[in-house]
Structure formats: structure tokens, C-alpha cells
């Protein structure tokens, strides 16, 4: 799976109300697996948006920056 494609799958789900170590079991995958994929992609857990952006976007005072909806993943 293509990690933008992967991002908007892990969004989605999010958003539906699974957790990433939910997602983890879903997709057989290990502990950490998902959330060390995506942070080694450039991506980031937003605790504001209970969603993975890109990391430039994340401030240093850990808010979200970006300039449409589309920057979210």
C-alpha cells in the first residue's frame, strides 16, 4: 500500500473511532508497527486532530499548521 493511500486508510479509521493499536491488530501487524511507518514517512500523531499530517505542519508547541484540508495528509 502506497503511504498516501495508507495515511487516508489510518485517517478514516481513525476517525470512525479505532485506536492505532486497534488498527495494529486489524492489519496484523506488530506493536508500533503503523505509528513507526508513518513517523519514518514524515507523518505525525495530531492529538488536536486525533489524526497522522504531515510532521512540517505540527508547531513547535505541538499545534497544528496548515493552510487547507488537504495538508492533513
Given at each position: 500500500m502506497e503511504i498516501l493511500d495508507l495515511v487516508a486508510y489510518v485517517n478514516?479509521?481513525?476517525?470512525?473511532?479505532?485506536?492505532?493499536?486497534?488498527?495494529?491488530?486489524?492489519?496484523?501487524?506488530?506493536?508500533?508497527?503503523?505509528?513507526?511507518?508513518?513517523?519514518?514517512?514524515?507523518?505525525?500523531?495530531?492529538?488536536?486532530?486525533?489524526?497522522?499530517i504531515k510532521e512540517e505542519l505540527v508547531t513547535l508547541d505541538n499545534t497544528v499548521s496548515y493552510r487547507s484540508e488537504s495538508d492533513v495528509y
Open positions: 478514516k479509521k481513525l476517525s470512525d473511532g479505532f485506536s492505532t493499536s486497534k488498527l495494529e491488530k486489524e492489519m496484523q501487524l506488530g506493536k508500533d508497527t503503523l505509528r513507526k511507518k508513518l513517523n519514518r514517512a514524515g507523518y505525525k500523531f495530531s492529538k488536536d486532530l486525533k489524526q497522522y
